[in-house]
């Protein structure tokens, strides 16, 4: 093989909307690109480190220079994991994620095919994704789901923790009486307060709850889940491949991410984990551009849910090439992950 070169730069993206979750508000998001060349063949890949996991802008650009031998041999994907590890300690997900994203995204252009059918994924319609509502003003709130509704949207997710998240349920329901309603905690309730509020949700025929409880607090899931007529899903629970079993006992399903998890390789042996202990499967995803989310729409048609908006919420979105119908994405069927930077 001819020489080999690994890249970088840092694009800070702006969400149209500041963005807001009961941990934080933001709208400025720096997300970083890595290029792989070989041969002539680009791969591309998308580092979006969430401080939650331990990352920032500068854990990722100071740990991508140790790496670029990591990808000698694009092809061996068993062996990649193993030589990221000799070469950068515990950690750096979103890094991972992005050289990861770069072999698979290489080795499919390399041979001219999609990177799902390279991943051996059937070509199944991808669930729905859902649209996200974020944490603002209760009018503010109502406008989202009003005009999300009224653009198509058949799944809406609202993210939680509140000191009035009763109103906010009452509120959306009412606004989108038809919409898949979809809710997302982000660990920010007492065991009481999730009890209260698996009721609210009950009543207001939510399709799923997210992350309910802290993200250690198994005892506290497990306990919510044999009372709740709503299925609940870790997402904060999970931060590694190796904690998909442990959660089964606790959740009747996970969120699988790329960035958290290390990347599409990574997601996917999540993703057959999952299944094999009973568990649901989401895809979701971080704000990230078109190429994160083309990337997680690859696995998204073998999961039951797909929260894959990440794109859609960005006013800058350097990569085109996704097909959105409101909430309905197509399968990519370009090269790759099948976009393209603009
Ligand atoms: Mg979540």
Not at 197 to 206: E, I
Not at 291 to 312: N, T, V
């Amino acid at each position: 093989m001819g020489a080999l070169s690994l890249s970088w730069e840092t694009l800070e993206l702006h969400t149209a909307q500041p963005f807001g979750i009961a941990r934080w508000t933001h709208s400025v998001y720096p997300r970083t690109f890595v290029t792989f060349t070989q041969d002539g063949v680009r791969g591309q890949g998308e580092a979006a480190p969430n401080a939650f996991y331990g990352e920032t802008r500068a854990t990722v650009e100071g740990v991508l220079p140790l790496l670029s031998g990591a990808l000698e041999d694009p092809w061996d994907w068993d062996g990649l994991g193993a030589r990221l590890a000799a070469r950068m300690p515990q950690g750096h997900p979103s890094a991972r994620c992005a050289l990861e994203m770069a072999a698979v995204d290489w080795c499919a252009r390399a041979v001219g095919r999609p990177a799902w059918q390279l991943l051996g994924l059937s070509p199944l319609p991808l669930p729905e994704s859902s649209y996200t509502v974020s944490i603002a003003a209760l009018d503010d709130m109502r406008r989202q789901a009003r005009e999300a509704a009224a653009r198509g949207h058949r799944a809406l997710k609202v993210k939680l923790g509140t000191d009035h998240d009763e109103a906010i349920v009452e509120a959306l329901r009412g606004e989108a009486p038809g919409v898949a309603l979809r809710v997302d905690a982000n660990a920010a309730w007492t065991r009481p307060q999730a009890r209260r509020m698996l009721d609210v949700l009950a009543a207001a025929r939510a399709e799923l709850v997210e992350q309910p409880l802290a993200a250690g607090d198994l005892e506290g899931h497990a306990a919510l889940r044999g009372v709740s007529a709503v299925p609940i899903v870790a997402d904060e629970s999970l931060h590694h491949v190796g904690d998909v079993l442990a959660l089964a006992r606790a959740f009747d399903g996970v969120n699988l991410k790329l960035a958290k998890l290390g990347g599409p390789l990574q997601a996917l042996r999540a993703l057959r984990l999952a299944r094999a202990a009973g568990l649901q499967v989401m895809m979701g995803c971080m704000i990230e551009s078109s190429l994160g989310i083309a990337a997680a729409a690859a696995l998204a048609g073998a999961c039951d849910w797909a929260d894959l908006d990440g794109a859609l919420l960005l006013a800058d979105d350097p990569y085109a090439g996704l097909e959105w119908t409101a909430g309905q994405l197509a399968r990519p069927v370009g090269p790759g992950w099948g976009v393209e930077r603009r």
